[in-house]
């Protein structure tokens, strides 16, 4: 594709949410550093430990990408040597961005597929490896029945990138979604606890890591620094070498005699 046609198409879109940076020097316009930065360290946070995860390469893995936005997570997925990505979101625009993005940077098109929808309306099928679940379960209020999906599609891996409660029990706090233009319904979503993404997991066989924070620049990270916001990887198999997320043990202000709790 000729820059200046890409040039063209990328802007005929009022916004992108994620920077792109191609071959041909052409990039799609997201100036913000916080912006810029919150990807970079995003991708250094789960992304790469996921890859570790995985055995250093998701070589002959299908990946599953829900909420893909302009797909900037699974072209990391391509990247690290996916033999084929699928991305769903329910706003179109972010589905014509992400096929632009990957025709842009010549990914042979049998190797992927975009498609706009529900998810919970999709076809799915045991058809997957790898699962990324970024930025999605904290913004539906069916977060059981999406785990149940994600296990429904046979992946080895599961990838979680949420919000979540500071609560040290397993529980969901219902909240009302500030936008509510990319997702469906009417905006009411339960936020999972860190406990409460093990417990799901835990129920269909996976054991999940909640990965400890190490970040070079929390610019644009506010919600990570305040312990508002988690990834996980979760593993049918057992996962070793992940650095795991340390947390203060707690005791309930009920109990007087905190050395009488066995394993709390």
């Known amino acids: 594709m000729e ?9 005929a879109f009022p916004r992108w949410h ?4 191609f071959a041909s020097g052409v990039s799609t316009p997201v100036s913000d550093r916080a912006q810029v930065n ?15 995860a995985a055995g250093g390469s998701l070589s002959g893995r299908r990946v599953l990408d ?3 936005n302009a797909g900037f997570w699974s072209l990391a997925a391509h990247d690290a040597g996916a033999d084929f990505v699928m991305g769903i979101d329910f706003n179109d625009e972010y589905i014509q961005q992400a096929r632009l993005v990957f025709e842009a940077s010549g990914v042979d ?3 992927y597929d975009f498609q706009q929808g529900e998810v919970f309306t999709q076809q799915l099928g045991r058809d997957f490896d790898v699962v990324l679940c970024l930025g999605l379960i904290d913004q539906v209020d ?12 046979g992946a080895e891996l599961i990838v979680i990138d949420s919000n979540v409660s500071r609560a040290y029990t397993s529980m969901f706090e219902l909240t009302t979604l500030y936008n509510t233009r990319d997702v469906p319904g009417d905006g009411l979503a339960l936020i999972p606890s860190r406990q409460a993404v093990a417990d799901l997991a835990n129920r269909h066989g996976y054991q999940t890591v909640a990965l400890a924070l190490e970040m070079t620049d929390l610019t644009g990270m506010s919600a990570y620094r305040r312990e508002r916001r988690c990834a996980f990887i979760c ?9 795991v997320e340390r947390r203060p043990r707690l005791v309930p202000w009920w109990v007087r005699d905190p050395g009488a709790l066995v394993g709390f």
């Open 3 to 11: 820059p200046e046609e890409l040039r063209r198409r990328i802007s």
């Open 18 to 21: 994620y920077r792109f940076e």
């Open 38 to 52: 919150r990807q970079r360290q995003r991708y250094a946070y789960f992304f790469e430990r996921l890859v570790t």
């Open 66 to 68: 829900l909420g893909c």
């Open 109 to 111: 098109s049998r190797s």
């Open 142 to 153: 069916r977060p059981v029945e999406l785990f149940q999906l994600m296990a429904g599609t």
């Open 235 to 243: 593993s049918r198999r057992p996962l070793s070498g992940l650095p």
